[in-house]
């Protein structure tokens, strides 16, 4: 007569725990020195081994997180699609347990701002 009723047992963080969260989060990983900050995240063309280059090039990387400021590239979703250590999101998408899971952080100087300004937004209730 009286079953079980479905309901959900999951909890949310509030906004300002999550806000600082990104804040520590961003701030150790660059004090490790694993953010890197480019001006724009162009590739010439949409092969594969131009990115596996330019993540050469970087020192002891096993996972690297691209974030961009605005819609992402197509050449640069295509030139990661075939990599799995390699994650392209916009910086709206970007949270705490993707900057953790990668061990690097390249940004575009519009996804600093962006998130600057994300931070900077007094939180409505």
């Given at each position: 007569?009286?079953?079980?009723?479905?309901?959900?047992?999951?909890?949310k963080l509030q906004?300002?725990?999550?806000r600082?969260?990104?804040?520590i989060?961003?701030?150790?990983?660059?004090?490790?020195?694993?953010?890197?900050?480019?001006?724009?995240?162009?590739?010439p063309s949409?092969?594969?081994?131009?990115?596996v280059?330019?993540?050469?090039q970087m020192?002891?990387t096993?996972?690297?997180?691209?974030?961009?400021?605005?819609?992402?590239?197509?050449k640069?979703k295509l030139?990661?699609?075939n990599l799995?250590?390699?994650?392209v999101?916009?910086?709206?998408g970007?949270?705490?347990?993707s900057?953790?899971?990668h061990?690097?952080?390249?940004?575009?100087?519009?996804a600093?701002?962006?998130?600057?300004?994300r931070?900077?937004?007094?939180?409505?209730?």
């Amino acid at each position: 007569m009286h079953g079980p009723k479905p309901r959900s047992h999951a909890f949310k963080l509030q906004k300002k725990v999550r806000r600082l969260g990104l804040k520590i989060a961003l701030s150790a990983r660059t004090a490790e020195g694993k953010l890197c900050i480019f001006e724009d995240l162009e590739v010439p063309s949409h092969k594969t081994k131009n990115i596996v280059q330019y993540i050469k090039q970087m020192d002891d990387t096993k996972k690297v997180l691209l974030v961009d400021g605005g819609d992402i590239d197509k050449k640069l979703k295509l030139a990661t699609k075939n990599l799995h250590y390699v994650n392209v999101i916009p910086s709206i998408g970007l949270n705490v347990y993707s900057i953790l899971q990668h061990d690097t952080l390249v940004m575009t100087r519009e996804a600093i701002n962006r998130i600057v300004e994300r931070m900077h937004t007094p939180i409505s209730r």
